[in-house]
């Protein structure tokens, strides 16, 4: 950096804290006979100040745990929250294809369609409805992608009330209260108040 600022201080001393803060946690995994991909997407429309461009965001677990989050800003700008939620579901299917060919490979084959799941019934019914209409005609043909692996029974979009959604988190400040549960969804716990872990 050129020219220091005194807000580019504050936000590292904020990074400082926040690791500070969270030296203790982590994922927890624990045993389970569930090891079934289940997945989590969402989005937040037109929330970047500067191009009005939407957030994605996605995370999958396997078992008890995250194993996989990302999120990041959209390349276009959605003009709807349904076409950003889309566009977010459409980029966590990718994500889910390549994992399960990853546990395939690990002789984890994956039974059944992946659950993805999503707090918008617009998108949920976009994907399965083939026909473009004035809601879709003018998102990118490669963002369809999504209706073939919904076809080909690959990934199954089902619905999830906002106050179960995970990815949530990784989209939007929210509550203490909110992120807590969230954070305890995605698997990660204070080690510290857990005791030791047997080896």
């Given at each position: 950096m050129q020219n220091p600022?005194?807000?580019?201080?504050?936000?590292?001393?904020?990074?400082?804290?926040?690791?500070?803060?969270?030296?203790?946690?982590?994922?927890?995994?624990?045993?389970?006979?569930?090891?079934?991909?289940?997945?989590?997407?969402?989005?937040?429309?037109a929330s970047s100040s500067d191009d009005r461009k939407s957030i994605s965001a996605s995370v999958f677990s396997l078992g008890s745990g995250a194993v996989t989050w990302s999120s990041k800003k959209q390349a276009t700008t959605a003009l709807s929250s349904s076409e950003a939620e889309y566009v977010a579901a459409t980029s966590a299917a990718c994500q889910a294809i390549w994992f399960r060919r990853i546990l395939a490979e690990l002789h984890q084959r994956q039974e059944g369609?992946?659950?993805?799941?999503?707090?918008?019934?617009?998108?949920?019914?976009?994907?399965?409805?083939?026909?473009?209409?004035?809601?879709?005609?003018?998102?990118?043909?490669?963002?369809?992608?999504?209706?073939?692996?919904?076809?080909?029974?690959e990934i199954q979009l089902k619905y999830c009330s906002t106050h179960e959604q995970v990815a949530d988190i990784l989209t939007k400040s929210l509550s203490r209260e909110k992120f807590t549960y969230f954070r305890s969804r995605l698997g990660v716990c204070n080690f510290e108040l857990r005791g030791c872990v047997e080896k």
């Amino acid at each position: 950096m050129q020219n220091p600022s005194c807000h580019h201080f504050g936000a590292a001393k904020r990074i400082l804290r926040y690791i500070a803060g969270t030296i203790d946690y982590g994922i927890w995994y624990t045993h389970t006979s569930n090891f079934n991909l289940c997945g989590f997407t969402d989005s937040d429309w037109a929330s970047s100040s500067d191009d009005r461009k939407s957030i994605s965001a996605s995370v999958f677990s396997l078992g008890s745990g995250a194993v996989t989050w990302s999120s990041k800003k959209q390349a276009t700008t959605a003009l709807s929250s349904s076409e950003a939620e889309y566009v977010a579901a459409t980029s966590a299917a990718c994500q889910a294809i390549w994992f399960r060919r990853i546990l395939a490979e690990l002789h984890q084959r994956q039974e059944g369609a992946t659950e993805i799941f999503c707090d918008n019934k617009s998108t949920i019914a976009m994907t399965k409805n083939p026909v473009f209409h004035g809601r879709t005609k003018h998102i990118d043909i490669r963002l369809h992608f999504i209706r073939d692996l919904v076809a080909n029974n690959e990934i199954q979009l089902k619905y999830c009330s906002t106050h179960e959604q995970v990815a949530d988190i990784l989209t939007k400040s929210l509550s203490r209260e909110k992120f807590t549960y969230f954070r305890s969804r995605l698997g990660v716990c204070n080690f510290e108040l857990r005791g030791c872990v047997e080896k």
